[in-house]
């Protein structure tokens, strides 16, 4: 998928704004200047205003709002694949506090290596011994 350089740098800065708006909200450090929402809110106002310098950029150059699907996005096992990983992700996420690390990780990164059709013996071999090196390492 390819985005032009104006609906790319809108999209930065909506997503600027709203992390600058969102990081308002937390605490300050008691006696304090700053706190927890300092870095949200300069990294959202960055990003807020190189989205704006881009989008304008991309009206002065005549890029308007252009979107256009590369060869991969044609294909609709690529998309399984991109959703179905973010699917797995998102199931890691929820299940990983009750299932623990190593059962969630290995159960994701098998989830992983057989969407993108590894050899199942392989995988099944690759999946907990690099969840426990993950897992030894931190």
């Known amino acids: ?3 032009g350089d104006t609906l790319l740098g809108a999209i930065f800065a909506i997503v600027g704004v709203v992390l600058a708006l969102a990081g308002r909200s937390l605490p300050n450090l008691p006696n304090q200047a700053y706190g927890a929402a300092t870095f ?5 106002t960055g990003l807020a205003v ?3 310098v ?3 950029k991309g009206l002065v150059a005549g890029g308007g709002l252009s979107f256009a699907l590369e060869d991969w996005g044609r ?3 690529s ?3 991109l959703f179905a990983t973010v699917g797995l992700v998102v199931l890691y996420v929820l299940y990983s506090n009750d299932l623990g690390f190593l059962l ?3 159960a994701l990164l098998l ?3 057989v969407v993108f059709r590894a050899p199942l013996l392989p995988s099944l071999v690759i999946a907990p011994l690099a969840t426990l090196a993950v897992a030894w390492s931190f």
Do not use: Q, S
């Open 54 to 56: 881009m989008a304008v």
């Open 104 to 106: 969630a990780g290995t």
């Open 50 to 52: 190189l989205g704006l």
């Open 111 to 113: 989830g992983v290596l």
């Open 75 to 77: 294909v609709p096992l």
């Open 1 to 3: 998928m390819r985005l």
């Open 40 to 44: 949200p809110v300069v990294i959202g």
């Open 79 to 81: 998309w399984f694949r």
